[in-house]
């Protein structure tokens, strides 16, 4: 057996050294996989040196066009030169199978040992296919849409011969003034949960070695969505009870749905930049939940724990990062250029270096690079793949799904199909650009379905459109920046022409695709620019407006909210945008999005959340009594609620029951409750699941989403939906600094949203 093993590794070795994509075989059956996994790892460890190890922990930005004249100086040739010594692992931002294959091909064949590269690339939500923006998608609270869409993202990414993705961001978000907002999943720890799962399965497959599937990322490791004053990259500080019970669990389910790799975050933590932090990256993920994938620095943010004021050179910011845990340098150059160095000072042990470099190749071993480097790279099926048919309704379905009613007076909405004049106004109802969203840098300008172009497919009605007015001038295409159009408002006259001779408006305003995503913060959270001045103007001369929101983060809108009769949050819907929104305008497809972040009356609210704690001076107080916690100038209520989202159909929860008034360790109880669809149409409701620990050995939120499920109803049907609470449900981390339940008295919540449910009480013991 000994010797079977011996020729096993000397094969594998001899394999990789002459750059032979020959399958690699095991026959013995005395290992486990994983042990055969790991004997392959350390067969290629042994062979390299501690510079082909470093270099494995290098990542690269695309630095020259592969297929022209090779860069003969500067920082290009410099990176250039790394790549044929073997001393890069991994490549972001090339993409393209003609690309890709011609820098594996130096890797594979013109190195020492030819190991072969990662192909990394934001592949966020969609790569030429654009499904809906992250959050939006989250508001369709349907796990197996959100699935489908990270496969379609996965399937045409891998098309092109990249292999892994930099999503999903699993951030738990409260403040919306943060742009990133858009990139998550919202404000819920049990909901991101859910969310992180199913879009690392759908990227990750149920095979890793297959063609049309790439790595996930989970990211950003940890606390970066809970910057203060929601200003991108800036200071973070919470205690670990807030960690714990808030910022990690989406994290820790994407450990245990199988993510191969983290992303670590640009903020500080507690006064520790996350990238150089070693409670983040050793003690929690590596050391409690046992993460055996690989650690990916953000871009450059080795390097910026210089400004951060914590390492004073690049040296020593690459002596922080590795010793905390970062695996892989995105783009410092900090590791290729100090860790042999600081390995040979004894300031950085190798078994860290070892460590490392053995997590990179088993990931690149699970994906089957070794097998075949250049399976990734076959230019017929890129050509097959990218923007098929069945891609297009994939996107289509969960654009429609992510659509939330938000107001529908005197059932302004749906639209009739014949017989009315309707006036479309709003430079976004004729943008075939910003629907697209942020972070979809693959794809191609002008190729979203306008919401005109959505509507025109409607034949029945008159259509008249007129734009209003700009919400975006300027832009620089490198780092896709707009600016807020602030004083034009000279198509008012035109728009407010057009409204006069109208049954009914339809306005599309908010932010364009451009104005949330990183880097994008706002201290105002209204509509951008003219567009309210607009909003009022035309409701002076037709108040029968449908308002359709198009954004990235939630928006602080009381004056549409007490005035206009019909609102729809369509967020930025993908390349299937305008269909998406016509067809839920019109009643082809009946609304059963659900908020997955609160949307505030004002931004002096914000960070505004549903499970906010109670304080010793809550809300109940004595209205006439000053005291109490409250704004002398504004509500605390939210203007949409967590949760919040209507339909076309009217549904009515009733009779809850509970199984038993309580239950003990081990055990559990029922709860269920009854819901009718009383309206004229059927349709879909996401029934909700809340509770609250009333005392705790640390304060405990006033509601906290347990579970849901979404329940389709026809017209007069009524359906029992059950729940099981067990110690599983009720645990946190407590005081003892660990999880788990706590013996006492509990309120029960179930219903349509966050702020309206039917309330049970129950008892725990243990």
């Not at 309704?393 to 749906?414: F, M, T, W």
């Not at 007490?562 to 299937?576: F, Y």
């Not at 906290?704 to 099981?724: A, H, Y």
Request: glycine share 8%; proline share 4%.
């Amino acid at each position: 057996m000994r010797n079977n093993s011996l020729l096993a590794l000397f094969a594998i070795a001899t394999l990789i050294i002459s750059g032979c994509s020959k399958k690699i075989t095991q026959s013995s059956t005395a290992f486990s996989k994983e042990n055969i996994l790991e004997r392959k790892v350390d067969s290629v460890l042994k062979l390299m040196t501690l510079a082909e190890k470093v270099g494995q922990l290098n990542q690269y930005n695309g630095f020259c066009d592969i297929t022209g004249p090779t860069p003969k100086e500067g920082q290009a040739a410099k990176k250039y030169d790394d790549l044929k010594k073997g001393l890069v692992g991994s490549m972001l931002n090339v993409k393209g199978v003609k690309d890709v294959k011609a820098l594996q091909k130096i890797a594979v064949e013109e190195t020492r040992l030819g190991i072969p590269l990662l192909f990394g690339f934001d592949v966020i939500h969609g790569y030429k296919t654009i499904s809906p923006i992250p959050l939006a998608e989250s508001a369709s609270w349907d796990m197996e849409a959100i699935r489908k869409s990270a496969a379609i993202a996965a399937e045409e990414a891998a098309s092109v011969g990249l292999n892994w993705t930099f999503a999903p961001m699993v951030d738990i978000a409260r403040d919306a003034r943060w742009g990133r907002v858009m990139e998550g999943a919202g404000e819920d720890p049990y909901l991101g949960s859910k969310i992180a799962v199913a879009r690392v399965k759908g990227f990750q497959g149920d095979d890793l070695a297959a063609t049309n599937t790439i790595l996930a990322c989970a990211k950003h490791f940890a606390g970066y969505a809970f910057a203060e004053a929601g200003r991108d990259y800036n200071s973070v500080d919470v205690s670990e009870t807030t960690l714990q019970n808030t910022i990690f669990p989406p994290f820790k389910a994407a450990v245990d749905a199988g993510v191969r790799t983290f992303m670590n975050s640009f903020n500080e933590l507690n006064g520790i930049p996350a990238t150089g932090n070693p409670f983040l990256q050793r003690q929690i993920l590596k050391g409690d939940w046992k993460f055996d994938g690989f650690v990916v620095s953000d871009w450059g943010s080795i390097n910026e724990m210089i400004s951060h004021g914590y390492a004073k050179d690049n040296k020593q910011a690459a002596e922080i990062a590795i010793n905390a845990g970062s695996d892989m340098d995105m783009e410092s150059s900090a590791y290729v250029e100090h860790l042999v160095t600081l390995v040979r000072e004894d300031k950085v042990k190798e078994s860290l270096i070892d460590d490392a470099t053995k997590r990179i190749l088993k990931v690149k071993f699970e994906l089957g690079l070794f097998d075949d480097p250049y399976k990734y790279c076959d230019e017929t099926r890129e050509k097959e793949t990218v923007g098929k048919a069945e891609f297009q309704q994939g996107v289509l379905d969960i654009a429609k799904k992510s659509i939330v009613l938000l107001k529908n007076e005197k059932e302004v909405l749906p639209l009739k199909k014949s017989g009315q004049k309707i006036a479309l106004i709003g430079a976004l109802a004729n943008d075939k650009t910003s629907p697209l969203g942020s972070w979809r840098i693959a794809a191609d300008d002008n190729s979203a379905v306008s919401v005109l172009e959505g509507l025109q497919n409607y034949k029945g009605n008159q259509l008249t459109y007129a734009k209003g007015a700009d919400v975006a001038v300027g832009r620089t295409q490198f780092i896709w920046e707009t600016k807020i159009n602030m004083t034009d408002k000279s198509g008012f006259a035109e728009a407010i022409a057009v409204a006069k001779q109208a049954d009914v408006v339809v306005m599309v305003l908010g932010e364009h695709g451009l104005q949330s995503g990183e880097g994008r913060s706002r201290a105002d959270l209204g509509l951008p620019g003219v567009q309210q001045e607009l909003l009022e103007a035309i409701f002076k001369v037709n108040p029968n407006i449908v308002l359709v929101l198009n954004n990235g983060r939630p928006l602080a809108i009381p004056w549409a909210e007490e005035h206009i009769p019909g609102i729809v949050e369509a967020w930025q819907l993908g390349t299937q945008s305008g269909n998406a929104i016509a067809q839920v305008l019109y009643g082809d497809y009946n609304p059963s999005g659900k908020l997955p972040m609160t949307f505030p009356r004002n931004v002096g609210q914000v960070p505004i959340y549903y499970n906010y704690k109670n304080t010793g001076r809550p809300i109940t107080n004595e209205p006439e009594s000053v005291f109490w916690s409250h704004y002398i100038d504004e509500k605390n209520t939210p203007l949409y609620p967590f949760g919040y989202g209507l339909s076309y159909s009217k549904f009515e929860y009733f009779d809850l029951q509970l199984s038993n008034s309580s239950f003990s360790k081990s055990g559990k109880i029922e709860v269920s409750i009854k819901v009718k669809n009383s309206g004229r149409v059927t349709g879909k409701e996401v029934v909700q699941l809340y509770i609250r620990d009333l005392i705790g050995s640390i304060t405990r939120p006033v509601q906290e989403l347990k579970g849901f499920e979404m329940i389709e109803l026809q017209p007069n049907e009524t359906k029992k939906v059950t729940f099981t609470i067990d110690e599983k449900t009720i645990e946190f981390f407590t005081a003892k600094l660990k999880w788990e339940a706590e013996p006492g008295d509990f309120k029960v919540f179930i219903g349509g949203s966050s702020a309206k449910t039917i309330q049970g009480n129950f008892q725990y013991s243990n």
